[in-house]
């Protein structure tokens, strides 16, 4: 099927030299960034889905620069699992050397994405890609959503704990504001054992 002969070749795209031995991207290459563009545009999610994942392993800015505006489309796209695989592409991207440069707008994007998305697993995603990307930002808004922490998804609670922890650490200015913040989600008993557990080696 399509969906079989577009994943083997993304798979072999992965094994394959991308550039010269002077590193510069073979001509080719560029050829295949047309065909990319058109995944990322596909009717089928699938296809959007394992392409934004290919791109997201890529690490070539050369060949991610003329794709960036469709990954960032992707974003908005009606299947969570896409949107999902458009947030990991987005912080795969930002970290490479001038992908901030690249990717200029994307974290207030994702900063919107985190507030307004109701799929918990695209949430978790969003919050991870913070995490990494700008932590004092994805601390910022979890110490804004204190009151709504206690009610999400225990693996939504897990990442927020991962955040807040660091936070604790890297943010002095933060860490009371932390700490409580994780004393009540320690103490909440609606809270799966994860959760709580996942507190208590936090605070510990």
Same mark, same amino acid.
């Given at each position: 099927?399509?969906?079989?002969?577009?994943?083997?070749?993304?798979?072999?795209?992965?094994?394959?030299?991308?550039?010269?031995?002077?590193?510069?991207?073979?001509?080719?290459?560029?050829?295949?960034?047309?065909?990319?563009?058109?995944?990322?545009?596909?009717?089928?999610?699938?296809?959007?889905?394992?392409?934004?994942?290919?791109?997201?392993?890529?690490?070539?800015?050369?060949?991610?620069?003329?794709?960036?505006?469709?990954?960032?489309?992707?974003?908005?796209?009606?299947?969570?699992?896409?949107?999902?695989?458009?947030?990991?592409?987005?912080?795969?991207?930002?970290?490479?050397?001038?992908?901030?440069?690249?990717?200029?707008? *994307?974290? %207030? @994007?994702?900063?919107?994405? #985190?507030?307004?998305?109701? =799929?918990?697993?695209?949430?978790?995603? $969003?919050? +991870?890609?913070?995490?990494?990307? *700008?932590? %004092? @930002?994805?601390?910022?808004? #979890?110490?804004?959503?204190? =009151?709504?922490?206690?009610?999400?998804? $225990?693996? +939504?609670?897990?990442?927020?704990?991962?955040?807040?922890?660091?936070?604790?650490?890297?943010?002095?200015?933060?860490?009371?504001?932390?700490?409580?913040?994780?004393?009540?989600?320690?103490?909440?008993?609606?809270?799966?054992?994860?959760?709580?557990?996942?507190?208590?080696?936090?605070?510990?």
């Amino acid at each position: 099927s399509d969906k079989q002969v577009q994943k083997l070749l993304l798979l072999y795209l992965e094994t394959i030299e991308t550039a010269d031995s002077q590193g510069k991207v073979l001509p080719e290459m560029l050829l295949i960034c047309q065909h990319l563009s058109s995944n990322l545009q596909h009717p089928n999610e699938y296809m959007r889905g394992s392409t934004l994942r290919f791109l997201s392993r890529l690490g070539k800015t050369e060949l991610l620069e003329p794709l960036v505006s469709y990954v960032l489309a992707n974003l908005e796209h009606r299947h969570s699992f896409v949107r999902r695989a458009a947030i990991v592409a987005v912080m795969s991207i930002y970290k490479l050397p001038e992908g901030d440069i690249l990717m200029q707008d *994307a974290l %207030e @994007r994702i900063g919107t994405i #985190l507030v307004k998305e109701m =799929d918990p697993t695209v949430q978790r995603s $969003a919050l +991870l890609c913070l995490s990494r990307c *700008a932590p %004092e @930002r994805a601390a910022s808004f #979890l110490l804004a959503s204190q =009151d709504r922490i206690s009610s999400w998804e $225990a693996s +939504l609670q897990l990442a927020a704990i991962d955040v807040l922890q660091k936070a604790c650490l890297s943010s002095p200015d933060h860490r009371g504001e932390c700490v409580k913040l994780l004393l009540g989600l320690l103490l909440c008993p609606a809270n799966a054992a994860t959760t709580t557990y996942a507190c208590a080696m936090a605070l510990a």
